[in-house]
């Protein structure tokens, strides 16, 4: 994966804060989020490798989440972002906690970050994996229809946003354009089920942030998320759910402007 190829749009001035999306998403998901950052800091928001305009890494590439840390930290020297603030979702934020254990950020925020399910949850993500392969041999214009059906947008509702009644949440669907054979969801969804974030230490202020509603990576994660990276800032966001960009942008950029601020003044260790 060639870190020239990312995808990513900039905005704002000041010390560089990167925004990574989660699994299947694009760097829009941080539309509501970003704007209301930028007076203090230059936001970059970033299509990982394989999703948005990014292009998806060779057949013959590593694609996990330690070869996209290593490609968004050369994504970050190739720009010379200097220690730059890191936010994450899901994916994203595994990305970013990893960065943070490697001295690259000088904060870290993440939102239900990868890497601290339980046994169940893990079996819960095979079984997605399985279900992705299946659906690649399924015609696109059948997976199109179903995706538009009833039960699966009220599904998809409840798996990605904290209220599935609020109307907010009325055009929430599960893509399906990602399940064809050998596409980046559909080779990395295995590779997250079977990924654990190791306990290090990171030295620099993290904030650990889970959706109460969260039904996709549940919020007793964050127990674990806490064991392993014991100096972070624990934070429940109440009412919002896997994507929580989407269901309270305020809050979100509220806590990353908090670690960010941390950051800047040159803290080592969440308070």
Not at 1 to 24: C, K, N, Q, W, Y
Not at 68 to 81: A, K, N, Y
Not at 227 to 240: K, N, Y
Request: aromatic fraction near 6%; glycine fraction near 10%; hydrophobic fraction near 40%.
């Amino acid at each position: 994966m060639d870190p020239r190829h990312i995808a990513f749009e900039r905005r704002g001035s000041g010390r560089p804060l990167v925004l990574l999306h989660g699994l299947g998403d694009r760097r829009q998901s941080w539309r509501s989020v970003a704007p209301r950052l930028t007076d203090d800091y230059e936001v970059v928001s970033v299509d990982l490798p394989g999703f948005g305009e990014s292009p998806a890494p060779t057949a013959d590439e590593p694609y996990d989440v330690h070869s996209l840390v290593r490609v968004i930290r050369e994504f970050c020297e190739l720009h010379g972002f200097e220690r730059p603030h890191l936010a994450g979702n899901s994916l994203g934020g595994s990305i970013a906690l990893e960065l943070g254990v490697q001295q690259v950020a000088g904060s870290v925020t993440v939102f239900s970050p990868c890497g601290f399910s339980d046994n169940l949850a893990r079996w819960g993500m095979r079984t997605v994996g399985v279900v992705a392969r299946l659906a690649t041999h399924i015609p696109m214009p059948v997976k199109e229809r179903l995706a538009e059906t009833a039960p699966a947008r009220a599904a998809a509702r409840i798996a990605l946003r904290g209220d599935p009644s609020s109307p907010g949440a009325k055009a929430t669907r599960f893509g399906v354009q990602g399940l064809e054979p050998g596409a980046p969801y559909v080779r990395m969804v295995p590779r997250i089920a079977e990924y654990d974030f190791a306990p290090r230490p990171i030295a620099c202020p993290v904030t650990v942030a889970w959706g109460d509603h969260d039904r996709t990576l549940l919020p007793s994660s964050a127990r674990h998320a806490h064991e392993r990276v014991p100096t972070a800032r624990m934070v429940s966001l109440i009412g919002a759910g896997h994507i929580p960009m989407a269901d309270d942008p305020l809050a979100v950029a509220e806590q990353i402007r908090w670690t960010c601020h941390a950051g800047d003044r040159g803290g080592h260790r969440a308070r």
